[in-house]
């Protein structure tokens, strides 16, 4: 039904939002002498990951319907965003002064 739609499209951006501002936290954290290069890293997977995004998706549109690839990627990117936030956050992986 069409009122799901907007439910799973803000999972997905919820999602999305968790990832980068996961991912983008660690990537300054990195190294404090190429923190350009971890940043230009980081931005270039994530630009390389944003254009995967619509062919991945149709293909698994195509495979599963609209419903099914909606609800796969909105669990999919909620769940990502939540375990990222707290797997980087681990002691052990946290550089040593």
Do not use: K
Request: glycine share 12%.
């Amino acid at each position: 039904h069409w009122s799901v739609a907007p439910v799973l499209f803000g999972f997905n951006g919820l999602g999305f939002y968790l990832l980068h501002t996961s991912y983008q936290t660690e990537a300054t954290e990195l190294s404090q002498e190429a923190r350009g290069s971890a940043m230009a890293l980081f931005a270039c997977c994530l630009f390389i990951g944003t254009a995967m995004g619509p062919p991945v998706f149709g293909a698994l549109m195509h495979l599963a319907g609209l419903t099914t690839a909606l609800v796969a990627t909105a669990l999919l990117g909620l769940g990502l965003g939540a375990v990222s936030g707290r797997l980087l956050d681990l002691p052990h992986a946290r550089p040593r002064p």
